[in-house]
């Protein structure tokens, strides 16, 4: 170990680093140790953002995934409103064509009662 030369500090302590090599070594252990703590106070924030960011990413597909079930929802009762449309329609038309033809059926009926009562008062005046 060439220039290494083991020296006396004022405590009568040996040392084999110079007084101001070892005091500068003490300031950068020192340094290290603060730098350490705060690289650990970082990670300690870095950690909390990241669970809250990670928390209102959750919170935020949760409300996706509500918002395309009731997208999802109103697509379904949109269909489910032009089928029953669709449904009356069609009851309406077969309500329509049963009046028609009851209607028919109806003037047909007085039509005979009509040629009935006729022929009735045709032989009350010819019998009478």
Known sequence: MEGAAVT???NYRVRVLAQDKYDK???LADSATEFCEKVAQLNGIVKEVVESVDRQAARTEREKLRAVGKRNQVAADAEQRRRKKAELA???LEKQA???RLQAEYDSLLRVRQE???LIAKLSDSSS
């Open 8 to 10: 006396f500090d004022e």
């Open 98 to 100: 049963e009046l028609d």
């Open 90 to 92: 069609s009851l309406r």
């Open 116 to 118: 009935q009562e006729l």
């Open 25 to 27: 070594t003490l300031a």
